[in-house]
């Protein structure tokens, strides 16, 4: 089974392609930028580009295609948090039927997925069986490729000297018919060590059209319906530019899309939209998820001032900037006895005077 294809991105998929051809893609790369956007469904695509044997490539039709869109070719190797096996040292055989079994799931699910928990991580183990598939030469084709989904949970421990400093030599200086991607929500989390080995890629927020294709996609929406019974226009807004948020669950989705209701009244100049926004944020005995839709308001105004930056427009990222400052404020207020309804008034007050 196919996963699910690869929506948005179009202008970074072609600078890296070109890239390829040019023979000017570095050997090792860090895909970077918000969470739930599609970062790893990415570099598999980029695995496919280059382990594709078309010329036409990815031409997604030739058994290197179809291996690669199963998550079965022997040459790319994906590796993601995991639960800590049982085993204090498990080989590198343990390590590698922990990610077959992992990996044919995700398979089996599309390729959809939820974020990893907390407790799951990268650890030294999986750390050396990288090491070691890259010193292999390719099973079918020319190239293999190595894949490394959220790489800041890479977990140091004690002992594992050797294997971390095989690992940054690895960055430094792949096997000639090797390509390492790593992706990351919080690079900052990166030892500088490997950031300073890599080349950074920005991956941008993907537009709302593409978000629609992907709720729309028949595999996506027999999962999603799974989760919630919201429409197709619910879960785009809900997405923010992210759609893999949708694949968290419910209350992350509903928190996105509060905290984009807040944003779109802050920017409208309808009065009435900055009431019935701040009147449905309930009582104080809604806080809970009122702290939720507080974070995620942090997470999009975020991401605001990252794409600011990146496009060199200082006003926009110091206006979002601002905009943060006055959310963090809101959410030392709702740690008291006030009422989410006056907050989230006060706070579209203080967000409309910032984002316009």
Not at 285 to 309: C, I, K, M, Q, S
Request: glycine share 8%.
């Amino acid at each position: 089974m196919a996963i699910v294809e690869l929506y948005g991105h179009e202008p970074l998929r072609q600078r890296l392609s070109a890239s390829v051809s040019a023979g000017t893609l570095p050997a090792s790369l860090l895909f970077q930028g918000a969470r739930g956007i599609g970062k790893q469904r990415l570099a598999i695509w980029l695995a496919q580009r280059l382990i594709c044997t078309e010329p036409s490539a990815p031409c997604g039709a030739c058994t290197a295609c179809r291996y690669v869109l199963s998550l079965t070719h022997p040459d790319l190797h994906w590796v993601f948090p995991r639960p800590r096996l049982k085993d204090a040292d498990p080989d590198l055989e343990q390590v590698g039927d922990d990610y077959a079994e992992a990996i044919a799931e995700r398979a089996g699910n599309g390729g959809l997925y939820a974020a990893p928990s907390g407790s799951e991580g990268i650890y030294v183990a999986t750390v050396r069986s990288l090491v070691q598939h890259a010193a292999k030469t390719p099973a079918m084709g020319r190239r293999k490729v190595l894949i490394i989904g959220d790489a800041e949970r890479m977990v140091p421990q004690e002992g594992s000297d050797m294997a971390a400093n095989a690992f940054l030599k690895l960055l430094e200086e792949p096997p000639a018919d090797t390509t390492i991607i790593l992706t990351s929500s919080e690079p900052g989390a990166l030892l500088p060590t490997i950031r300073s080995r890599v080349v950074t890629v920005r991956v941008p927020l993907v537009p709302d059209a593409a978000v629609r294709s992907f709720v729309e996609d028949p595999g996506v929406k027999k999962v999603l319906d799974k989760e919630s019974k919201g429409t197709t226009n619910e879960r785009v807004r809900a997405a923010a530019g992210a759609p893999g948020r949708l694949l968290t669950g419910g209350d992350e989705a509903k928190a996105t899309l509060s905290a984009r209701k807040i944003i779109d009244a802050a920017t409208s100049a309808r009065r009435a939209t900055h009431y019935s926004t701040a009147l449905g944020q309930g009582s104080a005995g809604a806080r809970g998820a009122f702290t939720d839709t507080l974070n995620a308001l942090v997470d999009l105004l975020g991401e605001r001032v990252r794409d600011a930056l990146h496009r060199k427009d200082d006003a926009a990222a110091a206006a979002a900037s601002k905009a943060v400052d006055a959310v963090l404020l809101a959410q030392t207020q709702a740690g008291g006895n006030v009422n989410p309804q006056a907050i989230t008034a006060r706070l579209i007050r203080d967000l409309s005077a910032t984002l316009r």
